[in-house]
């Protein structure tokens, strides 16, 4: 599949107000590997193979072991792998991902409350919000992995 057209230099100020909105999670509470499980579930829901790899290397960067990358399409039969506060973020990640389903469920965002303020959980929802808008402009625009 071939790319259709570079849309940051055919938009430069939708990348750049997409590239604030990244830029706005960057002070968040989420550790960076937390941020990518984040970005690697959604995009694993969403087929994006653009984000898939860009994530998955992200991620092993900064720790994450190759284990719970191969795992996390599995994670809730995995979830010695992950932590309390990991298993929310993903089922926030998840609802966010597919929020024609149900949206945000309430027994997930009682959950959260359980575990995080209102802040935490605006970082989190925001960081699915953000990773979803990358991947439908990644795969809407046939972006290429490893560029």
Known sequence: MSARFNWTTVHP?????????????QNSFLSPIQKELIKIRASQINRC???????TKDALKYGETPQRIFLLNAWRDAKELYTEEE????????????ISQKGLAEETYQKAKGLFDET????????????NMWNRIAISTHMPIGK
Do not use: N, P
């Open 120 to 131: 935490q959980i605006s970082d989190i929802i925001m960081a699915g919000i953000v990773i």
């Open 49 to 55: 193979a653009f984000c898939l790899d860009m994530h």
């Open 87 to 98: 298993q929310v973020i993903l089922m926030i990640a998840e609802e966010i991902t597919l």
């Open 13 to 25: 100020a939708a990348y750049k107000a997409g590239i604030g909105m990244e830029t706005s999670l």
